[in-house]
């Protein structure tokens, strides 16, 4: 019972510091709708998912926007709390807290795919945006998520606690580098 009250106390810390992020970071998703491919829609706006210690099933819904989920989700995947914060304000700018979004793609307000805007990074995937780098062993013989999670393609990384599993794979291999357009890029707006 301590665990558990522990663990609430820790979760609504955690979202109580990602609020302000999630109402400041998520993308604009609404401009220029003119510019889009229209695809069948694909909802993946909730997750169900067992709670082993009371037996029972939870649901998390997903909303562009928001991420209050993350503590429940991340921590299963391996997130350590004090990770939360920075870890939110990526994932808003990634995806906007879409599991299901491919780089590129258009949500609404619950997630359901609405067209492309752009064509030039369909491999990033889920909630992390992880790049086809990492899984497609054609574009990186050293592809981590194929090698060490046996991830080689895109689909599995579209799952929300999957991506967060290898997120967390690839922070502990590379720290918040990954997703610092500033390192890979640093001829990009507002680096120095």
């Known amino acids: 019972m301590i665990r558990k009250a522990t663990f609430l106390i820790i979760a609504i810390y955690a979202v109580s510091l990602l609020a302000p992020v999630a109402l400041a970071s998520a993308p604009n998703t609404s401009e220029d709708r003119g510019n889009f491919v229209a695809l069948a829609p694909l909802s993946i706006s909730r997750l169900d998912h067992q709670d082993a210690q009371n037996n029972t099933v939870n649901t998390v819904v997903f909303r562009h926007g928001d991420i ?21 304000e990526i ?20 997630c359901n795919i609405t067209g492309v805007s752009e064509w030039n990074h369909r491999s990033d995937s889920g909630l992390l945006q992880i790049n086809g780098v990492h899984y497609n062993l054609k574009r990186n013989k050293w592809a981590l998520a194929c090698r060490q999670m046996n991830i080689c393609t895109q689909e599995p990384l579209l799952d929300a606690v999957t991506n ?7 922070y502990d291999e590379e720290g918040w580098s990954p997703w610092d357009v500033c390192s890979w890029n640093p001829s990009a707006k507002g680096c120095k």
């Open 68 to 88: 209050s989920w993350l503590p429940e989700l991340a921590i299963k995947a391996g997130w350590e709390t004090k990770h939360l914060p920075k870890l939110g």
């Open 91 to 110: 994932i808003l700018r990634e995806s906007g807290g879409c599991p299901n979004r491919r780089g590129g793609d258009k949500v609404d307000k619950d």
């Open 164 to 170: 967060l599993k290898y997120g967390k794979l690839l």
